[in-house]
Structures are given as structure tokens and as C-alpha cells.
């Protein structure tokens, strides 16, 4: 294998590497957000439900 082919195939590799962290990391980021405000949603029904 030639050695600039080899360098591509790295390139390509690390690439990919950093889209899946970007998106794994956007996905999270996703998830917390929607459990936070669901968890603040309960915390808002349990205290109107409460009424205080």
C-alpha cells in the first residue's frame, strides 16, 4: 500500500472518529436537556399539586 493512500485512509478514519464523538456528544447533550425539563416539569406539578 502506498504511503499516501495510507495517510487518507487515517484522515478518513480520524474524521469519522470526530463525527461520531460530535454526534454522540449532540445526542446527550439532547437527552439531558429533555430529561431536565421533564424533571422540572414534575417538580412544577408536584408543586402546584402541593400549593405552595
Known amino acids: 500500500m502506498k504511503p499516501a493512500l ?3 485512509r487515517r484522515r478518513q478514519a480520524e474524521q469519522r472518529r470526530r463525527l ?3 454526534t454522540a456528544a449532540f445526542v446527550a447533550s439532547i437527552v439531558v436537556a429533555q430529561l431536565a425539563e421533564a424533571a422540572w416539569t414534575d417538580h412544577n406539578a408536584a408543586r402546584i399539586a402541593s400549593g405552595s
Open 6 to 8: 495510507h495517510n487518507i
Open 20 to 22: 461520531f464523538i460530535l
